[in-house]
């Protein structure tokens, strides 16, 4: 199965109501690894590339950053920031509306970081794509789908063209340029509608910019 991840799709996604699904999205809260990761990080510039409903960049405006979070629809940042205004720290808060694959914010961040984005274009492209944004000494944060045997597109296992794992991520960052913090592939559940169980294979990389 293959989808398209563009606009119209996303749009569709936020306007059918699926908001409410597994992972970082809508109502739910910021992912769990968001706070490990940044802990030990100084509050500074954060990009959130692929906001959708904005959980983790008020998490982050919360905790002293200034976040830029950029998603491609205009529902998904429209409930993010109605959620923004009664969740604290609206002030360090942007919200841009933009097609990540072609999209460029014009300046490097103290953190750049992507959760569960699946913009039109290959994934691990995509994740090179936002680690040029990374200011040196800066961090890359990437939480996304993990590509395992069941990566087809049908339930709750996303297709295989927006999942990856640590190992092809970790290949595409220069040792040279990048020193590897984190590489970790996990599996945590979730609870979906009506209460049922639903797993998540996650893939989470952290990365510092040595140059």
Known sequence: MTH????????RHWQQGRAGGPGSMGGNPPNP???RETSGLTPGTVLDAGCGGGAEAIWLA???WHVTAADISSE???????RAATSGAPERLQWVEADLGVWSPGTQFDLVMTHYAHPAMPQLEFYDRIAGWVAPGGTLLIVGHLHTSGSTGRGHHPPA??????AAITARLDSME??????EEHLRT??????????????????????
């Open 62 to 64: 919360s905790h002293g």
């Open 76 to 82: 998904a940042l429209a409930r993010a920031a109605e």
């Open 178 to 183: 990048w020193e590897i913090v984190t590489a």
């Open 33 to 35: 690894y968001l706070a």
């Open 190 to 211: 979730l609870t979906g509608h009506g209460g049922r169980a639903v797993p998540l294979h996650d893939v989470v990389v952290r990365a510092t910019r040595r140059r």
């Open 161 to 166: 063209e927006a999942s990856a794992t640590s």
């Open 4 to 11: 398209g991840f563009d606009k119209d799709f996303w749009e």
